[in-house]
């Protein structure tokens, strides 16, 4: 157990709709990443927030948006959803910011679209 | 950009026998590198990470790797492979001048009998 953790493991909908992915960091970490994890493209970064605020963007579609709260959860939205968007989605959380960090992974939540 | 080759996407060992999943990483300068594993519906573990000094890094589960600068490479070994072992293994990099890391497509081990 990273001590990352991810609401919901699973979610089933349907094109056209938006969902939203929840992430609580470890203890005492600042940072967190999104991940997308594809058959065809394999583990992508998304986004990356830093104590509130957005520090890096990665391969992250306009119809994707996230956020990290004031208790530093995150979120992370997805909307006018594709078939393509079926994927794992994974969250990461480490104290600082920088790439030499270790991240942590969360299980991931796995999503298939309709 | 940083950029991580895993040549191989399947790697069938018995068990007991020594393993070694190859890693090239393309950068211009000292990468931090590391090594995950994946096993079926969990997220992604940290088994070591190199970032400076000794090339020759220790990690958990009896795993090590050797950052060899002139191949471009960071394999990762373990001299006897438990079926344990079976699961996704990813190589990643990353840069002192971002934040995020690269992955590579994985490796795939399978451990027979």
């Known amino acids: 157990d990273s001590g990352v953790t991810q609401t919901p493991k699973h979610l089933i909908t349907a094109t056209g709709q938006r969902v939203t992915l929840r992430c609580s960091p470890r203890?005492?970490?600042?940072?967190v990443y999104w991940y997308q994890q594809s058959l065809d493209q394999g583990l992508q970064f998304l986004i990356q927030y830093y104590n509130g605020e957005e520090r890096a963007k990665g391969n992250i579609l306009e119809r994707f948006s996230a956020q990290q709260f004031p208790d530093l959860h995150s979120e992370l939205n997805l909307s006018s959803l594709e078939l393509g968007d079926s994927a794992l989605y994974f969250c990461?959380?480490?104290?600082?910011?920088?790439?030499?960090?270790?991240?942590?992974f969360g299980p991931g939540t796995r999503l298939l679209v309709l | 950009a940083q950029s991580v080759t895993q040549p191989d996407i399947h790697i069938t060992v018995s068990e007991g026998a020594s393993l070694e999943l190859r890693c090239n990483y393309s950068y211009g300068a000292t990468p931090y590198l590391f090594w995950y594993v994946q096993s079926p519906g969990q997220g992604l573990q940290l088994l070591l990470k190199y970032f400076s000094g000794d090339t020759l890094v220790q990690g958990i589960k009896g795993f090590e790797a050797e950052f060899k600068r002139s191949q471009s490479s960071f394999n990762l070994r373990k001299p006897s492979v438990h079926w344990s072992d079976a699961a996704e293994y990813f190589c990643a990099v990353g840069s002192n001048s971002g934040y995020a890391l690269n992955f590579g497509k994985g490796t795939s081990l399978l451990v027979t009998p």
């Open positions: 203890s005492g970490d600042l940072s």
């Open positions: 990461a959380s480490s104290v600082g910011q920088g790439a030499s960090e270790t991240q942590y």
